[in-house]
Every structure is written in C-alpha cells, then in structure tokens.
C-alpha cells in the first residue's frame, strides 16, 4: 500500500469509527429528555427508569465520541498537512463554532449526567435540552466542513495559491444546507433504528414489558419523521451534486456519455429520461457522463455500490415508517405483532449501514480531490513515512474500543431484560 | 496585533487545560500510585472528583488544536509532520484514558472488569502527561524540525534529554496539582493527609525535574534558554514563581488546603507563562513565528468575534458546572 493509501484508510476508519459514536451522541441525549419530560408531565416512574438507562448509554457513547473526535482534529494535520494548511483560514471558523457547541455539550452532560440529585428537576431537563441541541450544533459546523470541502467557496486561486479568502462565504457553501439536513437526519435515523431495534428484541422476548414498549413508542417518535424526510433531502442534495459535482453523479448512476434525456436504470428497469428530470426537474436536460474526464480521476466504483445501499436501505426505512405510521394512526396504538417486531429488529443495523454507505459515497465521490476541484488529495497527504505504524495502531485501538463498547451495551441492555422486573 | 491576540488565546487555552484537565490526568497518577490501607478510599476519591468535569476539561486542548491551525496554520501543519509520533502517542493516550474511565464507571463487568479498566485509566493517565511535555519540548528546540532529515515514524530524532526532562516534569506537575486538589475533595482527615503527603512530594520533584530541565535547556535550545534566563522578566518571574512554589508547600504542611489549591494553581499559570515569554515569538523553533505563521487577517477578523461571543457562553457556564460539584466540600 501507498503511503497516501495509508493516510486516506487511517482518516477512512477514524471518521467511519468517530461517526457512530457522534451520531448516538446527538440522538440518544434528545431521547433521554423525552423520557424525562414524560416522567415529569406523568410522574411515571419508569419514564424516570428509562431516561436513567438512556443516559448511562450516552456516556458510553459521548465519551468514546469524544476522544475519538480529538483523535480526528489532529488526524487532519498528522495525514492531511498541506490540506489544513490551505484550508485552515477558511475553515476554522466552522471549527471554532464548534469547539464552542462541543463544550457546551461536555458541560451540560457533565450536569446533567451527576447533577441529578444537585440541580432543581426543571433545570435538569433544561441541562438535557442543551446537550441535545448543542450536539446537533456540534454536527451542524463539521458537516459545514465536509460541504466546503466538496463546493469550496470564499477564495481565488491565483497562481496556485489560495487568496482573497473570505470564511463567511465559505460557510455559505452551496452544499451547507442538504449536507447539513442529510446528516442530522441522518444519526437520528442510525442511533433510534438501533435502539428501537434493542427495545424491540427485549420485546420479543418479555411482550409485556412496558418499559419496553415505552422505550419503542419513544424512539419511533423520532424514527418515523425522520425516516419520512431523509428520501426528500436525499432527492434535494442529488440536485445539487447534479449542478456542482456532476462526475459525482455520472458515478453514482453509471453514465458513461454525457446526453440529453438521460434515462435512470433501476435493475433491469431503464427509464428514459428520469435522471435529467430526477437531476434538473427537465427530462430533456443535459447530464453530463463520465467520459467527460479522464479514467484515472473517475470515481470508484464502490461509489456507486454504496450509494445503492444507502437508497435501498433508506427506502426500507421509509417504508417501515410508513407501515408503523399508518398503523399507528388507525389503530390509535403500536403494532405489536412477531413480524413486525422482527421487522424492527432486522432494520436495526440499516440506519448505521446506511450512513456509512452514504459517508463513502460523499468522500470516496470526492476523489482524487481533498478540496474538489483545487487540492489533489495526493498533494494534500503527509511527507512523513512510514505511515503503516500509527495505522496498525490506530486500528487495534479502535478495533479494541468497538468490541468493548459492543460488550457493554450487551450488559447495559441485559441489565433491563434479564429480571424482568426489576427496580433500575 | 490580532496575531499576538490569537497567540494569546492559545497560550490561555494551555493554561486551562494543564489547570483542569492536567490535574484529571494527575488523578490518573495517584490512581496508579494508591497504596496503603486506605488505598480504595483514595481511588474513589479520585474517581468522584473526576467523573462529571474530565470531557468538559478536555475540550480546551481540542480549542487550542483548532486555535492554532485557524490562526497559524503552517506551524500546525510543521507540529503535524514533525512530532507526527509524540502526537499520536498522546493520542492513543488520551483515547485510552478516556474510554476506560468511562468503561470503569458505566461497563456494569463485574469486580474484575472495573478493576482491569481502572488499571489501563492509570497508566494512560501516567504516560500522557509525559507524551505532553515531550511534545512541548520538542517544539521548544525544534530539533527535529531542524535536522531537515525526511520524517518517518520509526525514527525517534523527537526524544532528546532536554524534551523527556520536560515530560517528566509536566508528570509531576499535574501530580503535584492533582494532589493538592485532592486535599479539599477528600472527606475524610487521613484522606487528606494521604493526598497532602503527595503534593508536596510530587511539588519537591517538579522543582528538582525543573532545574534540570533548565539546565538541559541551555544545551538544547539556546535561542529559549537565552530568553528564559537573560531577559528583563526572567529574574523577577523566576523569583515569584519559586516564591509561589515555597508558599503552596507551606500552606500544604499547615493544612491550609483550600488556599493552597489555589496558591498551587497560581504556580502552574506562572511556569506556563514563563515558557510562552520565552517562546515569543516564536511559535515553532527554529522559524516559524507569530508573525511569519499568522493567517490571513480576514480569518482573524471574522474568528475574533466567536472567540468572544463563545467566551461569554462558555465561562458563566463551566463556573455554573464548577459550583455544582466542586462547591460545598469541605
């Protein structure tokens, strides 16, 4: 392997590894406070259990997300030197954003996780909201990074140099909006899918269990929304990967020559014209097709077989959502049947797959660009040699971290199944 | 001027991180080094003060880190490459630290499992604080920068004498820091003493580790051992500095704890302010400067005002943090 292959699968597996554990970090904290409130609007107690269990699972999760996002803030300078060196002036202000929002969260999770017998009940739940909302913000400027990077903005190449600068423009990138949506959507999706799918198996096995069953209904409050609105911002940044990064597409679809009514070949199903409508809302629109640049630049093809991935198993979603939604409001209750449990916990991975997927097909889509269009990643890896070191040890660390975490969340969630009544 | 303002702001964030996060680390240390009858007691202790405010303290390394490649990017980029190794040592460091605390607190794996993880806690905690100081004292002499050899992982040309007597005093120093906070968290009289026993060992090693390292700075790095001893600040700062030093062990052996935290704080600000006067204006030895590493003025402009805006969330809000848990004891 190349020394810049090495950089490139050392930043593959770190954002891959980190982009779990921030995604939980953003969705679990939303649902403790649900719980919560619910707690306190009812003085259930179990809404009390529940919200406790929820926020043992997020200092898991933040704190692992947390290293692991620091671990990355220096991976951009130990693999990427010449990147964050062209890119720092543009991008630090997104950056400092967020080391504000990410202290906000440390902060508030701090108090809230240890606070709950210091602080009044109200002040509790205000302390939850402000890490649900700061981890969000937290996304909101990194995601801001990504998009810059893929439709940089707020500069002038000028002999080979980046001048001019400008960061407000800069985070004004057209790819801010759908990148932004598309993500947070995104670990809402990945984080209440696993943990509906958990609750769903406790289900499974103990029917009665309303801890159970309050834990599902909450979650699937977040799923069902979120899972609805992913296909549309999906279609929405389709069209504006269609304008800015039009290889990008050609390579998520497969389009070899550049043509009017370009047609969308799903299987064996071709339908002309679809992609130029689908892409510019005009079925006789030009889509430009791979031939356009030279092979060696071209996208590679687990572009496009993660992009299929991540429709297909978006799609399940959707549909899943739809059935539940539908269920739901008919029968003014949940289904509760086996089939649909199984369902539920067979969509369990999809949501973390899919993110995944569609994290590859963002940067992977990128190639061989790190700035599209003006820094070649090749240009951007690091002098230093031998990178195959801090790789292997990076990825034993990580590897290590992942089956430990994988380990306590088996214990966690035994602990609520095991006894089947037991006090918490 | 925005440069040296930004530069500042980097130095600050240091400042807070060896301050709170340093004295979690120190924590760390003392886990490892628990002994004695009351051995247990010492490691809850330390556990409890760490537990709600170790993420919070992290994030001003994180802030420093985005400071300095938001405002100096190319001497980012030169610490990158350079120390590439001392960098991901700390890492795996701090990643390990962090996870098996958490994995201690919430692993819910039984005796042998809390115990397992409690001893990987301690000694990352241990060996990140010297990973630290070495990396900082390889910036100071900029040897490997120097040298102009093509870096690689396997080559160790980062570690001399003067850069690992700065590790080990930066051990000791948040050691020393950790223990004398301590002494107000502990609860009971023999905690105490236990802790107070230790910050002043660990405050008799950090001078010893200091005058070595001051001794080894000559040698290794002329330009800052020039500055740190023949400037017009050099003999008042050295003076009120091994003053405020004198007087953390004496409110130590009076069991003054709650102004000897303070006090021993104080020393720590100054051995840090000391090394960034120094420093200036260099920020990575041998060239790069304030001045020649310094981003574009439109980033600092427009990066100012989030510096302050943030600043006005995020100090009522850690004080706010701070008077939950650590008000109220003793």
């Known amino acids: 392997m190349s020394e810049v292959l090495y ?41 009390l259990k529940l919200a406790k269990r929820w926020a043992k699972g997020t200092a898991v999760f933040f704190a692992v997300g947390a290293v692991s996002g620091t671990v990355l803030s220096f991976e951009l300078g130990l693999l990427f030197p010449a990147f964050m060196e ?61 998009a810059w990077m893929n439709a940089p903005t707020g500069f002038r190449v000028e002999d ?26 995104a670990a809402y999706m990945a984080t209440t899918l696993a943990g509906g799918a958990i609750h769903a198996w406790a289900l499974l096995r103990a029917r009665t269990s309303s801890f ?56 064996p199903l071709e339908v002309p014209g679809l992609l130029s409508f689908m892409a510019f809302n005009d ?32 799609s399940l979603a959707a549909g899943y959502a739809l059935f539940t939604l539908a269920v739901a409001v008919r029968r003014r209750r949940l289904p509760e049947g086996r089939l649909w449990l199984l369902t539920s916990i067979a969509l369990g991975p999809a949501g973390v797959i899919a993110m995944e997927a569609g994290w590859v097909v963002t940067e992977v889509g990128r190639q061989p660009w790190t700035i599209y269009g003006v820094l070649r990643t090749a240009d951007a890896a690091t002098p230093v040699k031998d990178l195959w070191l801090p790789f292997a040890i990076f990825a034993a660390v990580y590897a290590v971290l992942g089956v430990v975490v994988g380990g306590v969340l088996v214990r966690q969630v035994r602990g609520t199944t095991d006894p089947p009544a037991e006090g918490g | 001027m925005l440069p040296e303002l930004f530069a500042g702001v980097i130095l600050a964030a240091l ?18 080094l628990a002994r004695g009858p009351r051995a247990a007691d010492q490691r809850r202790v330390i556990e409890r003060a760490i537990a709600p405010v170790w993420e919070a303290n992290h994030v001003w390394l994180i802030l420093a880190v985005v400071m300095l490649f938001t405002a100096f990017p190319p001497a980012f980029s030169a610490i990158a490459i350079d120390l590439h190794v001392p960098l991901v040592l700390m890492l795996v460091g701090i990643v390990l630290r962090g996870s098996a605390f958490v994995f201690r607190q919430y692993g819910d794996g039984g005796r042998a499992s809390t115990e397992r993880w409690g001893r990987v806690f301690a000694i990352a905690s241990t ?52 223990a004398a906070y301590l002494t107000v968290e502990a609860q009971t009289p023999e905690l105490r003493d236990d802790f107070r026993a230790r910050a002043i060992g660990a405050s008799l090693s950090a001078g010893a580790l200091a005058g070595a390292a001051a001794l080894a700075a000559g040698p290794a790095t002329t330009r800052f051992a020039d500055r740190l001893t023949g400037s017009w600040w050099s003999l008042p700062l050295a003076g009120l500095t091994t003053a405020v030093a004198l007087g953390a062990l004496a ?28 420093q200036y204006p260099v920020l990575v030895a041998p060239d790069l400067t304030i001045a020649s590493a310094a981003a574009p003025a439109a980033t600092l402009e427009v990066v100012w005002p989030v510096l302050i805006a943030g600043s006005v969330l995020l100090f009522p809000s850690l004080y706010w943090m701070l008077r939950v848990f650590k008000a109220g004891q003793r």
Do not use: C
């Open chain 1, 7 to 47: 950089a490139r699968a050392q930043m593959a597996y770190s954002l891959a590894f980190h982009i779990i554990f921030a995604s939980v970090g953003i969705a679990m904290p939303l649902l403790m406070v649900i719980a919560e409130v619910l707690w306190l609007r009812t003085g259930d107690a179990e809404y």
């Open chain 2, 127 to 178: 060996v990140t604080p010297v990973v630290i100081g070495v990396t900082v004292g390889a910036i100071t002499t900029g040897a490997r920068r120097a040298s102009g050899v093509p870096p690689s992982t396997l080559d160790l040309s980062w570690l001399g004498g003067f850069e690992l007597l700065v590790g080990l005093f930066t051990l000791a120093l948040f050691a020393f820091l950790a």
């Open chain 1, 160 to 185: 080979g140099k980046i001048v001019d600068i400008d960061p407000l423009r800069a985070m004004a990138t057209p790819f801010a909006l759908h990148e932004i949506l598309h993500t947070l959507l």
């Open chain 2, 15 to 32: 400042v807070l991180y060896a301050l709170l996060g340093g004295a979690d680390f120190g924590g760390g240390v003392w886990d490892l």
């Open chain 1, 283 to 314: 079925p006789d629109a030009v889509v430009k097709g791979l031939e356009e640049i030279p092979v060696q630049d071209r996208p590679h093809w687990i572009v496009r077989s993660s992009f299929q991935v991540m429709v297909g198993l978006g």
């Open chain 1, 86 to 146: 062209h890119a720092g002036p543009l991008v630090g202000l997104p950056f400092s954003l967020e080391g504000f929002a990410f202290f906000t969260e440390a902060i508030f999770l701090g108090i809230y996780l240890y606070g709950w017998d210091k602080v009044g009940r109200w002040v509790h739940v205000g302390a939850g909201l402000v890490v649900a909302a700061s981890g969000a913000l937290s996304a909101v400027f990194v995601t801001i990074v990504n």
């Open chain 2, 251 to 278: 409110l130590l052996f009076t069991r003054r704890f709650g102004l000897a935290r303070v006090v021993a704080g104080s020393q720590v600000v100054l051995v840090l302010l000391g090394w960034g006067a120094a």
């Open chain 1, 212 to 267: 159970h069953r309050r834990a599902l209904a909450i979650s699937l409050a977040v799923t069902i929304p979120v899972s609805l609105a992913q296909p549309l911002v999906g279609h929405y940044a389709g069209q504006q990967i269609a304008v800015h990064q039009p290889m990008k597409l050609a390579a998520l679809e497969g389009l070899e020559q550049t043509q009017p009514r370009a047609p969308l070949t799903v299987g």
